[in-house]
């Protein structure tokens, strides 16, 4: 369960504080699925930086499971990051020199997996993704939508509690966005990770059994409603 209780994010600009986070709190139980929307500069990004221990809020509590993450320490913080949570982006950040394969295992051997088990975890998400005959490309020889679902797989293979994922279809094509829009529900009806999702996407949100609607650092209307 993500529990947030009245969490407030304040930047500075010139006099007047900017309420990026305004005293925002919600639910979302463990293996749902939640779509965040709102105009431009409504305070999704700083949400999602805030859930994925990234930021801190300036006031109110936030919990990850029995997690506090407004108060973890430096250590817990980068176990949270490396072992519960997965992040995606709307720039894929491959590397190019690297294969698919290699981007997808980097993360689980920097955090210590031996290859015994990184090998299997890797062509099993490979697999969900729909890339194994990808695995051995380079990203220069993929299609955005190739490098998004790349990028998925590199967030799950470590078996995270938390997908978070900010404008994922932000860069693609509609065609290479409906693949990624299909991945990320195939992992959603899958139960695999709990997934909150920023998005345009009028269908995903639609399709999200949570849809979160945001407006001057606000949940609108309060949520739950
Ligand atoms: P969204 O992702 O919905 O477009 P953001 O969370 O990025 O919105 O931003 C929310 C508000 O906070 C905006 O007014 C934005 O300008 C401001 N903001 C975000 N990050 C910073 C920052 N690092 N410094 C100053 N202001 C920021
Ligand atoms: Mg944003």
Known sequence: MIRLQKVTRLYSRGEAPIRALDEVSLEIPHGEFAAVTGPSGCGKSTLLNI?????RPDSGEIWIGDLPLHRARDAALTRYRRHDLGLIFQFFNLLPAMTVEENVELPLLLRGDPPKKTRPRVAETLELVGLTARRHHFPHQLSGGEMQRTAIARAL???PKLLLADEPTGNLD???AARVIETLLKIASQ???TLVIVTHSEELARLAPR?????DGKITPPYPQ
């Open 157 to 159: 293979a470590g078996r």
């Open 174 to 176: 509609s065609g290479n």
């Open 51 to 55: 859930l994925g221990g990234l930021d």
């Open 211 to 215: 849809h979160i609607r945001m407006l």
């Open 191 to 193: 139960k695999i990770a």
